[in-house]
């Protein structure tokens, strides 16, 4: 793999304006929460081996839910560690930061933990966690029935003609039955949260400083950590990163899966197009007739209904559209879209094959909701999500308006919200990013503003690639030893790299 290098860029950078009337102003900023008051030191963890890994060990820590009232009622986070097996070579302790919100970091540690201690030779216990609200941590709850939960609901796709009255409607009513049946819990999900509990993790290990390797939303946290906390990090790894601009928070993370989509897109159809495919697989002659195909094949089932007559689900164009979106997280599920993209198109008008769509779990669902909703206060105006959708909609096709629309952040309730943390290049030069040219998710575009807000504190590595998630995902044998050299001797590029 060839390996070229440019400057690193300057610490700030100006951001374009957005296009006129598309984007409402956002209502006040929150005001700062008071200081949390200090909690007593916790105590060390008591490791058992986990029940269903019995290689690596469980704990439970109590944390506070609300850092003001450090004494008040606790939540309990689930923490699990695999030793390193090489104790003459260990050097501390690396934290897996899980992404989401609301992914568990204990089943991510269970994926990748072996690979990586093999990888980094040892030098590290590795540790994830569940944050609070899912897995074996104090789980969340918004009462959501199982429509909400689908997910074409969670993240909200405009209907056929890019009307938004039931995204309106459902999110208004999901924002309400967050706060009635999430309570206290919800109330305390944020990004500077997590980043407090991480800390109350660092001081039950006994560690003076952690090192971490945190992807997709875990970048965010991690960065909010090392600005917090600057003297308490060792070497951070930041992988797919996300736009920090505290004006926006997760409100530009949603709305960045629209140029995201249309950076990756073009890995699909070239694969899709391939002439080795077989029947079942190829979408198209041509890589350019790939998408044109795709969008007319979803503009017809704009037209199917939900259910057909005996109750069963059916393909719409926007669970199309979605599950378009999530097969572009990883090479490996473009065979079964390409699949479902043949034989829909093969059914003509009749009715297309029965799809189940996707379902979010009722914990990370709330969750997620939770720190979108916290972290920042979003535009309360219909109006204004209704004009943004219809300028992404002609922007975007492939994803019709889906990341500019409403969400329950719009009729949230929480008025202890913090400021969200300004990221800056004022601390350690100690952090290392990793990031795919063509995420889906976190796009490139957006991981340069936080490099741009790191300044010299970091070296960026941008690897030639498509998908979510880099170090030891996309066998990118430039990257991938980029990352581990930092992590097991320190050692960065003097530049900010671009593996090819």
Known sequence: MSMTSRKAPAPVLALAACAAGVVATLAATPAAQAAPAAAAKPPALAWAPCADA??????????????????GRSVSLAVSRLRSDRPEARRGTLLLIPGGPGGSGRDWLGRVGERLREETRGVYDIVSFDPR????????DCGLDRGDLEIT???PWPAPGGDISGSIAAARRVAESCARVGGALIRSFSTANEARDIDRIRQALGERKLSAWGVSYGTYVGSVYAQKYPDRVDRLVLDSSLDPDPSRVGRGWTANIAVATEDRFPDFARWAADPARDARHRVAERPEDVRPSVLALAERLDRVPERGPDGTQQLTGNRLRARLQMALYDDKAF????ELIVSARAAGEAAPPAAEPAYGSPEEAATLLGVLCNDVRWPRS??????????DRLRYPLTAGMPANVMPCAFWKNDTAEKPVRITDEGPSNILMVQNLRDPATPHSGA?????????RARMVSVDSGGHGAYLRRGNACGDRIVTAFLTTGERPERDVLCR
């Open 54 to 71: 019995p290689t690596r060990e469980c704990a439970d820590l109590s944390v506070p839910l609300d850092y003001r009232d450090p004494k």
């Open 133 to 140: 609200g899912v897995g074996g941590s104090t789980r969340a």
């Open 153 to 155: 609901k969670i993240r």
């Open 335 to 338: 065979p079964a879209l390409a």
């Open 382 to 391: 219909p109006a204004s999500y209704e004009r943004a959708v219809a300028v």
């Open 448 to 456: 340069l503003r936080m490099r741009e807000s790191l300044g010299e």
